[in-house]
């Protein structure tokens, strides 16, 4: 009933009365009183006053009710090892589209090349479950649609200068802010569905993260909610995945991207490659430069950007 609530405020600018919200929802308004006292000491912004209830601001723990129509798609759960794991259980066991497993910490947290991805309380970490109609080749250009969109939520909620990095960080400045990391399961010709992990450094410290990282309340000055970015990434990217675009994705992260014209070194599990990167292929694969001239497609690994010279 909570998220049924939070629907109809979500819904309009204006206050809502209590006895609009009982006669909708077929509840009392004494209901409707109880429930709003419970949202609000979950951390919502409610207004309260003679024409009604209006929301202000939701709350920063990513509880389901608080996605409304969206809350029987979202496990939430205080600790998990990983949620990239919770994912993959549900997955295999037939879970909806666009279904999202988020955590207040990860005790196991990863990133690419089997890293360990840092995930202190106050970030936010979700993985969310996708079953695209694409052809297992096309599969990297979600990690790079997901960049994309989680970096335009960030200017958009924060007015943070979010930009890409290959394959799927975002930055702010020269501080990584967001990763990414995706697994797929597939036949020769068809996706079953992919697992689609995010990390994003919000409200948690950011001291002593190698390479350099930065968090929204480190930029801002302020705490941010974290259940406020996970809604503003889901509305971006469910409606960017309904009429995915691989062409347009590709241009879309050449346009966005700080990785393209810069000095690069990539590690692909027991090699590196160095040069500039100067292009990206159209399945997202990092065409890099060497030093003798040739050039080299990369299809996955870990990317550095090299300091210029002074």
């Not at 209590?18 to 949202?39: D, P």
């Not at 909806?96 to 991805?117: A, I, M, Y």
């Amino acid at each position: 009933m909570k998220a049924a609530i939070l629907d109809l405020l979500k819904r309009t600018d204006a206050p809502l009365s209590g006895q609009a919200i009982s006669a909708r929802l077929g509840i009392s308004r004494v209901a409707v009183w109880k429930h709003i006292c419970r949202m609000r000491e979950a951390g919502l912004d409610i207004q309260s006053g003679p024409k009604g209830y209006r929301l202000v601001s939701l709350a920063d723990t990513p509880l389901p009710w608080i996605f409304g129509g969206r809350s029987a798609r979202v496990h939430h759960y205080p600790e998990l090892r990983s949620t990239m794991d919770k994912a993959q259980e549900l997955a295999r066991s037939g879970c909806p589209d666009f279904s999202v497993v988020v955590t207040d910490q990860q005790t196991l947290g990863r990133g690419r090349l089997q890293r360990n991805w840092q995930s202190q309380s106050g970030g936010l970490y979700f993985t969310m479950i996708l079953r695209p109609r694409l052809a297992p080749s096309e599969g990297p250009l979600i990690n790079l649609a997901a960049a994309l969109d989680m970096a335009a939520t960030l200017r958009d909620t924060f007015g943070i200068e979010a930009r890409v990095k290959w394959p799927n960080d975002v930055l702010a400045g020269e501080g990584k802010i967001a990763g990414i990391l995706s697994q797929m399961a597939a036949e020769a010709d068809r996706v079953h569905y992919i697992c689609l992990g995010i990390g994003v450094n919000i409200n948690n410290s950011t001291t002593g993260i190698t390479p350099p990282a930065v968090s929204v309340a480190e930029l801002i000055g302020r705490a941010g909610s974290r259940a406020v970015v996970l809604s503003g990434f889901w509305d971006r990217f469910e409606h960017r995945m309904k009429t995915l675009s691989p062409s347009a994705v590709v241009a879309e992260w050449k346009a966005g991207a700080i990785t393209l014209g810069r000095q690069v070194k990539v590690q692909i599990l027991n090699e590196t490659i160095e040069g500039q990167a100067v292009d990206m292929d159209d399945q997202g694969g990092l065409i890099v430069v060497l030093p003798d001239g040739t050039r080299r497609t990369v299809v996955y690994g870990d990317c550095f950007h090299v300091a210029k010279d002074t």
